[in-house]
């Protein structure tokens, strides 16, 4: 059944907000901490699950697993994979949790990771660390760093330990990389990444949490080792749905996080069966139907012009927007030179302070934000300089980027009047 006129020609910018849930007086300028969906969407989500309570026997053990490879058929289409090279995840933590978990480690292994990667995930290594004994090469990026610059700091690295070892890629199992960074919101030239770690025979675990929705994606010509994105961020979908890839060369090295009735190890070298969509199709009792929310997130989209037509509105408008907004606070746009950074999200300088025991910002930002003016971006201090991550999304013009200006103006000369008078 078509949910959406695909022919019906719609209008980018404010209208479009009809199309979703957010409340008539909220901005939501911060689509990439949450994402947000269509009420189409969320009808969708409802009809699934009644179709499940109907008869939950037979959804599932039986039907709901044709539906879910569909699902999974349509968005390999999306982004060139095989479906079967697919498992549906509740998100991108739980992803990568299973690759970085599932991986066997000898003495002495390291891992490869930036310091601009999402807290949880370097929490994640951590724990690598304090239970594995891996050792962690942890690279500080400055941005606004060009992506020959981010390439060859990953390459030194490597080379270093290389020269330690005499071995290709030294003792280095595997690295951690974006595709987009969270904050700063940052494209990562993960492409030329992945084809340095092959080449040094390190694996590629790649943080595509924002990608899929935001930029175009190619995993067979990219060919990550592993590579999780949300869905419930910028693809519309319902929270809860996110897809880990992993080509079917290396299926053998994973399970999910929470190990499931299918498990088996498969580290014996005769070992040929493969377990890995038997044991991702089912880690315990949960709701499938925000998986299945693809489809009307896909229709929609469609219904929009498609992916092109988005990505052209939403990075222009992030672009136009965040020079809007620089301008409002007399700062300027995080980007480099060859400008390869900014996607949907724009990084701007606030015009604030950085010192000792300035950790209270970011609630200050929630409740002035949120609460007075109704609109919220999340700031961020990068190397001892205070941004903010604007999120261009459809349903947004210029207009909201201009309030957003003005809202953080104020929060700004706020906060700075408080540390001049010495209360914080
Ligand atoms: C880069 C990055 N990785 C991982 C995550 C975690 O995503 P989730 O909360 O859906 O697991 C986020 C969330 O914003 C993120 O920005």
């Known amino acids: 059944m078509q949910l959406f006129d695909i022919n019906a020609k719609k209008q980018f910018g404010k209208s479009l907000r009809n199309d979703f ?44 697993y044709p539906e879910i490879y569909r ?10 994979c095989d479906a079967d090279e ?38 994640t290594l951590q724990y690598l660390k304090d239970t594995r004994n891996v050792e962690l090469i942890k690279l500080d990026p400055v941005y606004p760093i060009s992506d020959d610059d981010l390439v060859a700091m990953i390459e030194d690295a490597i080379l270093k330990e290389e020269a330690k070892t005499g071995v290709t890629g030294g003792k280095i199992k595997f690295a951690l990389i974006d595709a987009i960074t ?22 590629s675990l790649i943080d595509g949490a924002h990608a899929i929705g935001q930029i175009a994606l190619n995993l067979r010509e990219a060919d990550p080792d592993f590579f999780v994105t949300n869905c419930h961020k910028w693809l519309f979908t319902v929270r809860g749905s996110a897809i880990l890839y992993v080509p ?8 999910p996080a929470t190990i499931s009735a299918a498990y088996k190890d498969h580290s014996d070298v005769n070992d040929t069966s493969n377990t890995f969509q038997a044991e991702f199709s089912w880690h315990g009792t949960q709701d499938f139907s925000p998986y299945l929310t693809v489809f009307a997130a896909l229709e929609y989209r469609e219904s929009l012009g498609g992916e092109e037509k988005i990505r052209e509105y939403c990075w222009g408008l992030a672009r136009r927007g965040g020079a809007l ?16 950074l900014t996607a ?16 209270y910002y970011l609630d200050r930002f929630i409740d002035e934000g949120v609460y007075k003016h109704k609109c919220f971006v999340p700031p961020f201090k990068h190397h001892g300089v205070w941004y903010t991550r604007l999120s261009a999304q459809v349903y947004l013009d210029e207009s909201d980027f201009e309030k957003t200006g003005y809202a953080l103006k104020e929060i700004c000369a706020q906060l700075e009047k408080e540390r001049l008078e010495g209360k914080k």
């Open 21 to 64: 849930i957010m409340a008539d007086d909220y901005t939501p300028m911060n689509h990439g901490s949450y994402g947000t969906y269509p009420i189409q969407v969320q009808k969708a989500l409802r009809d699934y699950q009644d179709l499940a309570e109907r008869s939950i026997d037979t959804w599932i053990k039986r039907d709901m």
């Open 71 to 80: 699902a999974k058929e349509k968005l390999g289409q999306l982004i060139s």
């Open 86 to 123: 697919l498992a549906f995840v509740v998100n991108t933590s739980t992803g990568i949790n299973a690759v970085a978990r599932s991986l066997r480690f000898e003495e002495g292994d390291k891992v490869i990771l930036l310091s601009t990667i999402y807290d949880a995930m370097g929490r």
């Open 182 to 203: 969270s904050v700063p919101g940052a494209i990562v030239p993960y492409e030329r990444i992945i084809k340095l770690l092959r080449d040094h025979n390190i694996l």
């Open 248 to 255: 079917k060369r290396n299926q053998h090295l994973v399970h």
């Open 325 to 340: 907004v620089a301008k409002i606070l007399g700062t300027d746009v995080l980007e480099n030179e060859e400008k390869s």
């Open 344 to 359: 949907q999200m724009v990084n701007v300088r606030l015009p604030i302070v950085a010192h000792d025991g300035d950790g």
